[in-house]
């Protein structure tokens, strides 16, 4: 049977009557079942797909009646459509007919162009509904193939987290007894040459760790992974950091920052570290885009109930047909200058998202190629805090007794250099352990002020180690800081469910250790 043809099933106990209805029924685009008895239609109707039954009512054994009685109590043949084919038609019979499942009647002798018109609409019928049940296929196949693909995308993404946490850590690790070694070369000699080389090297590490945060950052934006630790607090604060941050890059270039700032404060409703990054990815793109000897130019304001901040230079410039896109991820001005400096492309497009995170917006204006930008951040100003008077935060110094420190971390390299650092700072006495149980050995062996404790090490890691150490009560209130390379909002919760003090991703700034040994109570 042609796919393409419409089943018809006719049924009569009289061979004239079948061969009648077959001619006047046949065409390409049907294809005409004959059944001379009750039986025989059911068996035609168990082993075909039927569009349309045609039956005679009066058959020896099994009536037409029967035989749609029978049709509508099978799950497979109830919907089949039945016009009934009589020689008498009485309002009785036709009643019974329509509650055996009939449609239609028509009386003999049959007029042949009012049975094709009838035919025809169930064939019509009939297709529309082979239609519905092929696009019902379609979309369940393609529901099927989303689902598959969403789980595989969900599954793609899962692993680009991880990988992209797993790089991060991996980079940072050898940077730890990089920034620490340069460190301690800056503490140890006073002469210029030294001082300017280890500036050189240091601006060049922080930049790889700014483009490793930002790698970081900009994925866990886009998929809403980043919560914003608000508060109120004077604009001014987070310009002022973000200046000290990008200034190694706009004094290599020599470039000349002007910063225009009110005498009054700016509050704000935000986070502070993403706004000091914010303002720091927008001066450090415009030290890069500018030439050399370059103006950069940082203004901020209040312009009624909006905080504006704007950082112009007067550096490559933006063509015109890009200034809608700029924002995008990987999106760079292709000049010589970018080329040369180098960068990733996600600076701007995370600047954005974390505007965006703030309920603020930012703009773009540019007259062209060579005729620099300006960049403008527009953020919701807020009602100043109410007066709460804090204790001093001054930093506390050293003390008047040296600190004992263990340092435990695997890589030697981190570990020595980490070491040393303090000895040069003038933190007194160290020691080092390379795995949990030597640290834990040694812990209470020296009972520390302070342990610096790496997350990943080989067998028991860091957290279990914290864990360990916390049970005894000797160790309830030390110091533990955890100093890793994981440094996601998770790692964190990790490690203070761990019980550590505090969570500082490498490599280490010294300033941060310092704020942090404040603490330890002198003796």
């Known amino acids: 049977m042609s796919a393409a043809r419409v089943p018809l099933l006719i049924v009569d106990d009289l061979e004239e009557n079948l061969i009648a209805l077959e001619a006047l029924l046949r065409s390409d685009t049907v294809a005409i079942l004959q059944a001379r008895s009750g039986p025989d239609a059911l068996e035609s109707l168990l082993k075909h797909e039927i569009a349309l039954a045609l039956i005679d009512v009066h058959m020896p054994d099994m009536d037409g009646f029967e035989l749609a009685e029978l049709m509508h109590g099978n799950v497979r043949t109830k919907g089949i459509p039945i016009i009934f084919l009589t020689a008498t038609s009485d309002a009785q019979r036709r009643y019974k007919g329509y509650a055996a ?48 693909y969403t789980a595989a995308l969900k599954e793609a993404d899962q692993r680009k987290d991880e990988f992209l946490a797993t790089l991060a850590h991996e980079l940072r690790t050898p940077l730890a007894p990089l920034r620490n070694g340069l460190e301690i070369l800056r503490r140890k000699s006073a002469e210029p040459v030294v001082e300017r080389v280890c500036g050189m090297m240091d601006r060049q590490l922080s930049h790889m760790v700014q483009l490793i945060d930002d790698l970081l950052d ?9 919560a914003l630790r608000r508060q109120t607090f004077d604009m001014r604060t987070a310009v002022r950091s973000a200046i000290e941050s990008a200034q190694p890059h706009i004094d ?30 927008l001066l450090s793109n415009a030290a890069k885009y500018t030439p050399n000897g370059g103006k950069i130019r940082l203004a901020a304001y209040q312009q009624g109930d909006v905080a504006v901040l704007s950082v112009t230079d007067n550096g490559v410039g933006i063509p015109e047909d890009m200034l809608g896109n700029i924002f995008d991820l990987f999106t760079q001005v292709d000049t010589s200058i970018n080329r040369s400096q180098g960068g990733l492309g996600i600076g701007l497009a995370l600047v954005k998202q974390l505007v965006g ?14 005729k620099g930008s300006t960049f403008s951040v527009r953020l919701p100003v807020t ?58 050995a040694l812990a209470k062996e020296l009972q520390p002020d302070v342990i610096l404790l790496d997350i990943g ?64 109570a002198v003796a």
């Open 252 to 281: 290599q270039a020599a470039h000349a920052l002007r910063v225009d700032l009110p005498d009054a404060p700016l509050w704000i409703d935000a986070d502070p570290t993403r706004i000091d990054q914010i303002v720091c990815n």
């Open 357 to 370: 995170m703030h309920g603020g917006s930012i703009g773009v204006e540019s007259a062209g190629l060579g």
């Open 457 to 520: 090490l080989p067998g028991m890691n860091g957290y279990d180690v914290c864990r360990e150490l916390r049970r005894d009560p000797r160790f309830a209130d030390t110091l533990i800081i955890a100093q890793t390379g994981w440094g996601q909002d998770r790692d964190r919760e990790m490690a203070y469910g761990a019980g550590f003090s505090h969570h500082l991703v490498k490599p280490l700034k010294p300033g941060d250790l310092t704020a942090l040994f404040a603490q330890v």
């Open 101 to 148: 499942g009939a449609v239609d009647f028509l009386s003999k002798p049959i007029e042949p162009d009012i049975l094709r018109s009838k035919v025809d609409v169930f064939i019509e019928l009939y297709r529309q509904r082979q239609e519905i049940e092929r696009q019902r296929d379609e979309l369940r196949i393609a529901s099927r193939e989303a689902r598959r």
């Open 383 to 440: 009602a100043p805090p109410s007066a709460n008077p804090t204790a001093s935060t001054e930093e506390a110094g050293i003390g008047a007794r040296p600190l004992n420190i263990l340092v435990v971390d695997d890589n030697v390299d981190s570990a020595e250099t980490t070491g040393l650092l303090l000895e040069s700072m003038g933190y007194g006495s160290y020691a080092l352990a390379e795995d949990g149980p030597g640290a834990i």
């Open 218 to 226: 900009i994925s866990r934006v886009t998929r809403g992974k980043i």
